[in-house]
């Protein structure tokens, strides 16, 4: 099993699956080819599994009044 993590912050998201390969499709978003059943876990938000082959990642962007920009949120 491989584990990938998805998006790195205090509240690791994270998925395990038998092969995983990661492509960066830009602005925040990942394309994930899974081989086999992927589990995908998220701290206290839960655990879910993977129902297709191919999954997208959005990170989530947030507006950041201080620096006066768009950002990928963090937990």
Request: proline share 3%; charged share 30%; glycine share 10%.
């Amino acid at each position: 099993m491989e584990k990938v993590v998805l998006e790195p912050s205090t509240n690791t998201h994270m998925i395990e699956a038998k092969g995983v390969v990661s492509k960066d499709l830009g602005n925040g978003i990942l394309q994930l080819d899974i081989e086999g059943e992927g589990v995908v876990t998220h701290g206290e938000h839960g655990t879910l599994k993977t129902e297709s082959k191919r999954v997208i990642k959005y990170h989530q962007q947030e507006y950041n009044p201080v620096l006066k920009k768009v950002r990928n949120a963090v937990d």
